[in-house]
């Protein structure tokens, strides 16, 4: 399950158990939808600590790169913070390498609980 909720401009993402691609493609187009509506500086946080991610494959990957490269023009120089938050060290530690390849926004930072990941999140917006 994947669902957003606009808080101003801090986008609030819940994910939630296994995942299907089909949901993956729906959520980017909401996102899509959202950025095209919208202008200004936006930052996102993603609660992803229930997500199945043993149930995670390459599609999903492919899915999320795919989108993000076509998404990137509408929003790269607005999108000012992804705040990522995992119950997992590892899952962490993860994101925190994929950061460093593939930075989906301008400041990006894992956290394990929401509320210092929205403070954090918040900081960055102007």
Wanted: charged share 25%; aromatic share 6%; net charge positive.
């Amino acid at each position: 399950m994947l669902r957003i909720e606009e808080r101003g401009a801090l986008l609030f993402i819940e994910a939630r158990g296994a995942i299907s691609v089909e949901e993956m493609e729906a959520h980017f187009r909401e996102l899509q939808a959202i950025a095209e509506r919208t202008t200004g500086d936006v930052a996102t946080v993603i609660d992803a600590r229930t997500v199945d991610l043993k149930s995670l494959r390459g599609a999903h990957r492919d899915c999320a790169v795919d989108n993000l490269r076509r998404l990137k023009p509408l929003v790269a120089h607005r999108y000012v913070a992804q705040a990522m938050v995992l119950s997992t060290a590892w899952g962490r530690g993860l994101t925190r390498m994929l950061h460093l390849f593939v930075k989906p926004a301008q400041h990006t930072k894992a956290f394990a609980s929401v509320l210092p990941a929205e403070a954090w999140a918040r900081s960055h917006l102007r």
